[in-house]
């Protein structure tokens, strides 16, 4: 304990006999640990905010959509074929069914214009929904007011409640728009309440440009069942010789008799331009929430099995939905985020190995110049192992201080980046740990050869040393 105490004291002696080539020597360490803790903190909080923003869309949202038309071989995309109830949502929530779903909420979409007073404003999105929805998205605390319940949805009462971007556009700055009419397609809707605040998503769009009622409400007090026959102008083209179509004509009185029809058959164009009025409610898409992340893929399985047995769908036919998760997209985010956090880390490497490599080279100097120190202190019993202990404590002291150093230059950084910039920055505490242990390998192993070298001296020619 003695001789790793006496080493110690002897290497902190030779470090301050010259204060300003100790610095120099460890200014390289310096700036490779500021480099490591700085890019690693705010690649840490870009990573953060970047899994915040996927956050406040849902986690582990599952997408159900209609699926698409082909009349005439032009495919309408999704959302051609009015295949979605809010029954299909009431079985999805179904726990025996789908024990991998834990919420699920239909949405009907419209755009209308608000208006309140002199002012208004037509949101980027109106949605009819139901209660589950602000849990489904992470919406669960409101900035004021309360939010709409199931017997709202079953009654069909003209509430909402509004996102904070309409909020700014039809009221003002100390106005609350809590308990006041509103009117949405020159019909009055009272608020109850404020959204809190999101931001804009992934893909820039505004999420707080929002309008949430009651699904019912928006379905037949706004969109109507006349929104659903445009709709369905394409569907019923493409499903026109199916069992489950007939042509709204009077081609035969009484279908049983033979006789000639009264009226000859409507054609394939005639057939699209009168389509028969939608004969249920449907939704434009059902949101769904699974359990957890690793229970996205059972809850697909699940939600197609139960939709394709209630649509009447057989083995081989094709599904008139479509199911969108986001897992692609946060693994993607996620990769690209850990993919600069990799290249940044290694750029902040090799700067700290180029502070390592002038770390050794000012150790062979120093070696140099103390040649006769060394031949001295062999004349007087000191082995070769003691040489070599001594300038292996000197060269990790060094960069262990220049680390601190570094710690303290990089977390300054990054609180300045903080502050003048507002970047997000995360504090990685392993990261500090981890970058003073690599500055101390450092001082061992680049300190190694010339201290390796200095071991190796003959006392004689140290001493004839000038």
Not at 52 to 65: F, K, Q, Y
Not at 450 to 456: D, F, H, I, L, V
Request: aromatic share 6%.
């Amino acid at each position: 304990m003695f001789y790793l105490f006496r080493t110690f004291n002897m290497a902190l002696k030779a470090l301050t006999r010259n204060v300003m080539r100790t610095g120099l020597t460890t200014l390289g360490v310096i700036m490779g640990v500021a480099a490591v803790i700085a890019i690693r903190e705010i690649g840490q909080g870009a990573s953060q905010s970047m899994q915040e923003t996927i956050a406040s869309m849902g986690s582990n949202i599952i997408l159900v959509l209609p699926g698409a038309a082909n009349p005439q071989g032009a495919s309408t995309g999704a959302g051609g074929v009015v295949s979605l109830t809010p029954d299909d949502a009431q079985a999805l929530n179904d726990p025996d069914r789908c024990p991998s779903i834990v919420a699920v909420c239909p949405i009907v979409r419209v755009r209308l214009q608000v208006v309140y007073g002199n002012k208004n404003w037509q949101p980027n999105t109106t949605y009819g929904t139901t209660p589950d929805f602000l849990f489904v998205r992470n919406w669960n605390t409101l900035a004021e007011g309360i939010p709409f319940g199931d017997q709202d949805v079953a009654s069909q009462a003209e509430v909402c409640l509004l996102g904070q971007t309409v909020v700014k556009q039809l009221f003002g700055p100390n106005d609350s728009p809590v308990n006041k009419e509103i009117r949405i397609n020159n019909k009055p809707f009272k608020v109850l309440g404020v959204l809190s605040t999101k931001g804009a998503n992934m893909l820039g769009s505004d999420q707080d440009d929002i309008v949430l009622a009651p699904w019912t409400t928006v379905k037949f007090k706004l969109a109507g069942q006349s929104a659903q026959v445009t709709q369905q102008s394409a569907a019923t083209a493409s499903s026109s010789g199916s069992s489950g179509y007939q042509a709204n004509s009077l081609n035969q009185l009484y279908p049983n008799t033979d006789y000639a029809s009264l009226y000859p058959a409507a054609s394939a164009s005639e057939t699209a331009d009168t389509p028969l009025p939608v004969r249920f409610v449907n939704v434009d898409q059902i949101l769904v929430q699974a359990r957890a992340a690793d229970e996205i893929q059972s809850a697909i399985k699940e939600i197609t099995d139960l939709l394709r047995e209630r649509h009447h769908i057989r083995p081989g036919q094709g599904e008139d939905f479509q199911i969108r998760d986001m897992t692609e997209l946060s693994n993607t985010a996620s990769s690209q985020g850990n993919l600069m956090s990799l290249l940044l880390l290694v750029v902040a490497g090799i700067a700290l190995l180029v502070g390592g490599v002038f770390v050794m080279a000012i150790m062979l100097v120093s070696v140099t110049e103390r040649t006769r120190e060394i031949g001295l202190r062999m004349a007087v019993g000191a082995r070769p192992r003691d040489i070599l202990m001594q300038f292996l404590v000197e060269a990790a002291m060094m960069c262990i201080l220049g680390g601190i150093v570094g710690v303290i230059l990089g977390r300054t950084s990054s609180v300045l980046v903080w502050f003048f910039l507002h970047w997000p920055v995360g504090v990685s505490i392993e990261t500090i740990i981890v970058a003073v242990g690599i500055s101390a390998a450092v001082g061992l192993i680049f300190g190694f050869y010339p201290a390796w070298k200095a071991s190796r001296l003959d006392p004689i020619d140290a001493l004839r040393y000038e």
